[in-house]
């Protein structure tokens, strides 16, 4: 599944989803997700994906990605696709969006 965006194969994406869960279950959410993080460990197409909450907003969760070519996290989103753990997340989620990003660079894994 490609998102439209107009990087380069060989260019690294970036992005910041953020998930609102049904009152008092982003404990949950953040749970799952970090589980999820944790299958990644061996994917090397995966560089960071960081789960975080939203301070004074415990349901609001927020995952920072990056992936080393749009080809990997298509990879990734066909594997999971339709998935039980994707299926327990999306029980626990009200909304949601994807915020795709293009990294110009910074302190941490970037583009040589």
Do not use: F
Not at 16 to 21: L, T
Not at 42 to 65: R, S
């Amino acid at each position: 599944m490609t998102n439209g965006s107009t990087q380069g194969a060989g260019e690294r994406v970036a992005r910041y989803g953020k998930m609102v869960a049904s009152a008092g279950r982003g404990g949950e959410v953040a749970e799952l997700l970090l589980a999820a993080a944790a299958e990644m460990d061996g994917d090397p197409g995966c560089e960071l994906y960081l789960v975080q909450h939203e301070t004074g907003a415990p349901d609001t969760i927020w995952v920072t990605e990056l992936w080393r070519s749009q080809a990997d996290l298509d990879q990734a989103i066909a594997q999971i696709r339709g998935s039980e753990s994707v299926a327990q997340v999306m029980a626990l989620v009200e909304a949601g969006e994807a915020v795709e990003l293009t990294l110009l660079g910074g302190k941490g894994p970037v583009p040589a």
